[in-house]
């Protein structure tokens, strides 16, 4: 598969397979927190403020997890059909070690650096 060895694949797949769980209870522990601020509760104007800045926050990660967590369902649907540790962009092979580090990287470090 794109270069990997298969004990390189069966890793990369349980690394994928770990961090969409780790995702999950992160976004199932994020909910009571994402909810909106009442305006009822008897909490004082600047404690009002912080409990905002801190649900704004909470929101931002996320949206950041529910990203990530995205990713991780395509590189596993990846998987299924072949292409995993294949770029999107160029279709070269991704490196093991940039794999091992964002099992879910849909793009080689090159299409990666001209994104940004």
Do not use: W
């Not at 649907?77 to 093991?96: L, M, N």
Request: aromatic share 2%.
């Amino acid at each position: 598969m794109n270069g990997l060895t298969s004990e390189q694949v069966s890793e990369l797949h349980g690394d994928l397979v770990v961090l969409g769980r780790e995702l999950d209870a992160l976004l199932e522990m994020s909910e009571d927190i994402a909810k909106p601020i009442e305006l009822e509760q008897p909490i004082g104007r600047l404690s009002r403020m912080d409990a905002m800045q801190q649900r704004e926050m909470a929101m931002a990660n996320r949206a950041a997890h529910e990203r990530r967590r995205a990713l991780v369902s395509e590189a596993l649907e990846a998987f299924e059909d072949g292409s995993y540790g294949a770029c999107v962009t160029c279709e070269g092979s991704i490196p093991f070690a940039r794999l091992k580090a964002l099992p879910e990287t849909p793009v080689c470090l090159s299409c990666q650096e001209r994104r940004e």
